[in-house]
């Protein structure tokens, strides 16, 4: 009896989850949370949802109302007070939910436009996922845009599904299936939730619309299953204080103040709390606690509501009071000293016993990992971001891509930063640069930054910074490919043969027929005899084959090429004087040239152009002659 008794107050003392909405950009993040909200909001009369900072409560009394729809065919047992739903979506904000190393984001819903299937996001968030072990459930949303779509407004999804004419169904089954095996390729086995058999190993995917809210409520109730039946003990509720900086900002009337999400445990005005700041660990002391006044939306004078003191399980007893259910919550600590304090930390409190070097220590730790990974090599962009959580997803983003980072920090981009990025005009101009999330650029920094010829890339989308990095980088080399080409240093290896019979024209410029023995021949190649003593005869300017132009002859293809001099010496050259079809031409190879095609041609040379490369090298610089 006692046994059963302690266990029945255990499951009374569970926490709200934490829920995280991750996805590529426009696959309906914000959209579902919007919806999310409204259903709600609706559906509640009494005890509706309660805004908090940087989150929203759902109770477990309005979540029921609407789960209930569905719940007819899987039968809950409603063990958790609610649900505490993070209110920016994104890879930004689910990498800033942690406390000491570890994710406090207990489940999440991954995006995916059914449209579309999986992008480059979905991937990056499914292996993040993957990493921090965070349960998930996938919204295959959009799904009100196949064709002939009969929407059923907040309908469960099997409802819909079942009224939807066959061609509608079938073009929601095969899209389905298609983006059932993009997930397979991803290594993960998924299935609609409905019939998944397994949850914990097969990932359930729940069809929706935030247009229509047609699966929201199977959305909903699927989370609360799932964080029931795989985190019963992370759920339990603690008194150990576990709090994380989700956004430090400036708040009117209260300066520099830190909005957290308390996950566990108290906090008090007068508490001395410990937060990681970029320039070393904050030691303050709570000046006030503050929640979003309830009746924001009526312009109130104060927007916030003053606590003496918070525990996590007072959210839902916040105003408006509904009961006492015991919830995870979002706060505002306003305290002295927090400027550069750094989202994405844990925030500590120190007690007593505490030994504040250690809490000081602790509180740094994520921010020296990160530190950790920059190249060793020295050479690489410079990163900034708003946050431990952005940075961090920007830099796996940047390692992903192989783009070199050598240096990173937080916040808004100074003078100093442009300092730090123009260190690598000399070391690696290429990557003398600036990637900058989320954050603003003060006015000097930006002029310093257009003097001294460093590139500050931003967005407040990461995917964005990334193509506009990505791009500008293909352009540049383009350029440079271009430019190398065109002074003729970058030389493809080539050998030709004469063909005697089709000689075109003897002299300025020549005109040959040639066989294309070894490599390929481009337009730009600047051609020489080794047999005479490298007679340089002139660069390639035309090439025909069957009287059109071609820019490439590959091995084996009988051509006309022009060769036209690149100086007075080479104008002289008579075909038939000089040289004759007895010798062969080859492409004029240099050290630079092949370091040229090593760096910047890589992709477009095959291992047969590589290896005649060699060969060539042993003739041209070694002076190794092989005929
Ligand atoms: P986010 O970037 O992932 O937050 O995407 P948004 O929520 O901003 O949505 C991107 C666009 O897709 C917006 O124009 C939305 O109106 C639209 N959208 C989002 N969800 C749905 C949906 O379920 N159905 C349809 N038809 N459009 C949607």
């Known amino acids: 009896l006692f046994a059963s008794l302690s266990s029945l107050t255990n499951l009374a003392r569970l926490r709200s989850p934490i829920l995280c909405v991750l996805g590529h950009v426009d696959t309906g993040k914000t959209k579902l949370l919007d919806k999310v909200r409204k259903t709600n909001v609706q559906e509640g009369e009494a005890g509706g949802i309660t805004q908090q900072i940087g989150a929203t409560f759902f109770p477990m009394t309005n979540l029921r109302k609407l789960t209930d729809q569905v719940s007819h065919s899987v039968k809950v047992d409603y063990k958790i007070p609610g649900l505490l739903v993070i209110d920016t979506p994104g890879h930004e904000s689910f990498s800033n939910l942690r406390s000491r190393g570890t994710s406090i984001c207990d489940i999440c819903v991954l995006v995916v436009d059914i449209m579309h299937g999986l992008e480059p996001q979905t991937i990056e968030s499914l292996q993040l996922l993957k990493r921090r072990r965070c349960p998930f459930l996938v919204a295959l949303n959009k799904i009100d845009r196949c064709y002939d779509w009969q929407p059923n407004k907040d309908s469960p999804i099997q409802d819909t599904l079942a009224k939807q004419k066959s061609h509608t169904v079938r073009e929601f089954e095969s899209r389905w299936q298609g983006i059932k095996g993009e997930i397979a390729s991803q290594g993960l086995n998924a299935d609609l939730y409905y019939e998944n058999k397994n949850p914990r190993k097969v990932v359930s995917v729940v069809p929706t619309s935030a247009i229509t809210g047609e699966g929201v409520p199977d959305l909903l109730l699927l989370g609360i299953q799932l964080t029931q039946k795989m985190l019963v003990d992370r759920l339990m509720l603690s008194e150990a204080l576990e709090a994380t900086v989700l956004e430090v900002k400036v708040t009117e009337g209260f300066g520099t103040t830190l909005d957290i999400i308390l996950v566990h445990g108290e906090l008090h005005e007068g508490d001395t709390i410990v937060v990681c700041g970029m320039q070393g660990p904050i030691v303050t002391t709570i000046r006030t606690l503050l929640t979003p006044h309830p009746m924001k939306e009526l312009r109130v004078k104060n927007e916030y509501v003053h606590h003496k003191s918070i525990e996590a399980s007072m959210a839902v007893a916040l105003p408006p009071v509904t009961s006492s259910l015991q919830a ?50 020295g050479k690489g962009v410079h990163v900034q971001a708003s946050t431990l959580g952005a940075l961090e997803a920007l830099l796996d983003f940047l390692h992903n891509s192989s783009i070199p980072v050598a240096s990173i920090n937080i916040g808004p981009v100074h003078k100093k930063d442009v300092i730090r990025a123009s260190a690598m005009l000399e070391r690696a101009p290429d990557l003398a640069m600036i990637l900058a999330f989320d954050v603003k650029i003060v006015p000097e920094a930006e002029a310093l930054a257009k003097k001294a010829g460093i590139k500050i890339f931003t967005a407040n989308i990461i995917y964005h910074l990334f193509d506009q990095f990505k791009s500008f980088m293909e352009e540049k080399k383009a350029a440079k490919r271009e430019q190398l080409y065109s002074n003729g240093v970058a030389v493809f290896p080539v050998i030709l043969s004469i063909i005697p019979k089709n000689v075109f024209n003897k002299r300025n410029p020549i005109i040959l027929g040639c066989e294309v023995k070894e490599g390929s021949l481009k337009v730009g190649t600047p051609l020489c005899i080794p047999e005479l003593n490298f007679l340089e005869i002139g660069k390639v300017t035309s090439i025909q084959n069957n009287h059109k132009e071609v820019k490439v002859a590959k091995v084996g293809m009988s051509v006309a090429v022009k060769i036209e001099p690149s100086n007075d010496q080479q104008s002289h050259i008579l075909y038939g004087r000089q040289f004759d079809h007895k010798v062969k031409l080859y492409s004029k190879i240099t050290r630079d040239g092949i370091q040229a095609m090593k760096d910047h041609f890589a992709e477009e040379m095959t291992s047969e152009d590589w290896k005649l490369m060699s060969k060539l090298k042993q003739l041209f610089i070694r002076g190794v002659q092989h005929w």
Request: hydrophobic content about 40%.
């Open 328 to 377: 995870a919550m979002g706060v505002k600590i306003a305290a002295s000293g927090l400027e550069g304090a750094v989202a994405g930390t844990s925030l500590l409190r120190l007690e007593k016993e505490d030994d504040i070097e250690e809490l000081k220590s602790s509180v740094m730790e994520d921010l020296e990992e990160l530190k950790k990974d920059v190249d060793k090599s």
